[in-house]
Each structure stands twice: as C-alpha cells, then as structure tokens.
C-alpha cells in the first residue's frame, strides 16, 4: 500500500507517520509539506518517497494508492475531495469540515466514488473506549452520563507541539467533534436534545476560549462537555463514563475505574496506540473493498449534531 502524508511534518503528520511504521505492507512513497528544511530532513528518513511542495502534485503520481491528510482544519473538505476526484482513498484528520455543507459534499463525493474515505475520529479507537464500547455491545454497561473535559492553554495560535500555527483552531468544529462524535457512537443514538454557550471571543484569535455544551439521546442518556483555551495546567480530553454499573475514566488510551485504578486492556487492539489503529482500519479497509469504522458517511451524524450546536452559540 503506498501512503502519501500530507502535512507530514506537523504534530499528527508525525504522530501518523510513527504510526505506519508498524504497519507491515506500507510503503510511505510521497510527502507534502511547505517547510523546505523540515521537508528536506523529512526526506532523508524516507529516501524512496517524492517530496512534494502540494497536494496538487502529489495527487498526480501513479506510486500513491491512498492519502493521510494531517493538514488545517479549514483544507480538509476540499482536499479530501481532491484526493477521491483523484481516484485516491483517503484519511482526513478530524474534522472532515469545519460546515456542515462541506461534510455534506465529501459523504456524497465519497458514495460517487466509491472509494475509501475515512475521518479521523480517533476516539472510536483508543482502546479504553474500545473496552467502553465492546462492554456497551454486549450489554453489560449502560451509559447515564458521559462527563468530558478539553482543556488547552492555547492563548496565542500554536499546535500540540507548542509549535506556531498558520491557522486557527477551534473548540466546537475541533475538539467538541471528538466528543460528539464519540457520545453518539457509545449510545448508539443520536443527540435530538441540544444545548450550548460560550465565553468572550478572543480579541486576536477571532474565536470563544470557553464552551460549555450538553447533549441528549432518546434513551435518557446525557453527555456534559466542558472545553476551554484558558486551562492553566496539563492539556488534553479526560472522559468519565457514569454506568449503571460502575465509573469508568478514559484518559487518552489508558482507562481507570471510578477510584483511579487502572484497567487492564491487554487483548482489545493489537496495539494500545490510537492513531495506529485508525491507520490499521483505513489500510485494511482498502485491501478488504469495505466501509471502515468512522467513515466520512458514519461520521457525518456528529457534523450534523455540531451544525445544530452553532446555531444555538450564534444565538447565544
């Protein structure tokens, strides 16, 4: 399978590349990026992949099967559709859009194609929600509440990496996503009861620091979401799952009960890694001609969800 990544020297291009590493059967045959130097050292580690300065150019190679865009949020819709008009699969990182009507458009372009496109929802892979979910199929945990905290110190525009930024992100299209998508898998359900605010927009930044939103799904359960920019302390999503039959705290790929003791997760994934295994699905999905866990169609629900969301801030 040969892999373009796109964006590759950026937080999650790397963390993706590390990924594929210990995928067997990948061959990593082109790179994108804009930083010439980062791209020029990216190149030494990968001596047989293209460099590309684009997408554009890389799209037109016969040596990429599928694509992994790890590039701004605000670019994925489009070049997600690119690579499929291109007759390539591809995997966007999360959001597959920053609209609803961009969402739309890449779910229709993907069932035109026919091809494998596949959103970066990589909470449906961690294997602590993965335990969470395997549990919830075999009927031995039921959700009343699912209470999330994002929280970032993010008050000038740099990534995960504490890296400068070209552009910006955003609590409800980014980090909420995650979240909503997430809620709406576990149930099973989605959300039809719906509520949002937020804090003061930032002067410089153009977007709100803190949001609070709350969901619900017609069976009763309930999910609490708090995310902010102004967090002075460690960064990161924490999810407490409040069941009918115990506490469960999903940090991350690790999960611990409701007094802090740790999980066991030996035997859910053939690795503990998240973004690994949302590599595994994207890869085995292409070679199998099948839909892939958290693909653009299943996904689109959660962007819906958000559309609402925003209407209800907008009004805020």
């Known amino acids: ?65 599928a694509v992994i865009l790890a590039t701004p949020t605000q670019l994925h819709a489009s070049q997600a559709i690119a690579c499929l008009e291109a007759g390539k699969h591809v995997l966007v990182e999360i959001p597959m859009a920053d609209n609803v009507e961009d969402s739309r458009r890449l779910v229709e372009t993907q069932k035109r194609t026919g091809l494998v496109a596949m959103a970066g929802h990589t909470r449906r ?3 602590s929600h993965q335990w969470i979910h395997n549990k919830i199929k ?8 699912m209470d999330v905290q994002t929280y970032f110190f ?7 990496k504490g890296e400068p930024r070209t552009w910006t992100d955003h609590l409800l299209w980014h980090h909420a996503c995650h979240t909503v998508d997430l809620f709406q898998y576990q149930t099973g359900e989605e959300s039809n009861r719906l509520q949002a605010m937020q804090g003061p927009v930032h002067p410089e930044l153009g977007i709100a620091m803190d949001m609070c939103i709350g969901m619900k799904v017609p069976s009763g359960a309930i999910c609490t979401l708090s995310l902010s920019f102004n967090n002075d302390g460690p960064f990161g999503t924490f999810f407490r799952y409040i069941c009918e039959e115990g506490t469960y705290i999903a940090r991350y790929d690790d999960l611990y009960d409701g007094y802090d003791k740790q999980i066991d997760l030996s035997g859910v994934a053939v690795s503990n890694n998240g973004i690994e295994l949302i590599d595994r699905e994207f890869i085995s999905a292409i070679k199998e001609g099948r839909e892939p866990n958290s693909s653009v169609a299943q996904c689109l629900g959660a962007m819906e969800t958000l559309h609402k969301l925003e209407q209800l801030l907008q009004n805020d």
Do not use: W
């Open 1 to 65: 399978m040969n892999i373009c990544v796109v964006g590759a020297t950026g937080a999650f291009g790397s963390k993706h590349l590390d990924a594929l590493k210990q995928i067997d059967d990948v061959k990593i045959s082109a790179l994108v990026g804009t930083e010439a130097d980062k791209m020029a050292a990216l190149g030494e580690q990968y001596p047989d992949a293209a460099i590309c300065h684009n997408l554009t150019e890389a799209l037109q190679l016969n040596t990429v099967d």
């Open 138 to 145: 075999a009927g031995e945990l039921h959700i009343q509440q």
């Open 125 to 127: 892979f961690n294997p």
């Open 154 to 160: 993010r008050r000038t525009n740099t990534n995960a």
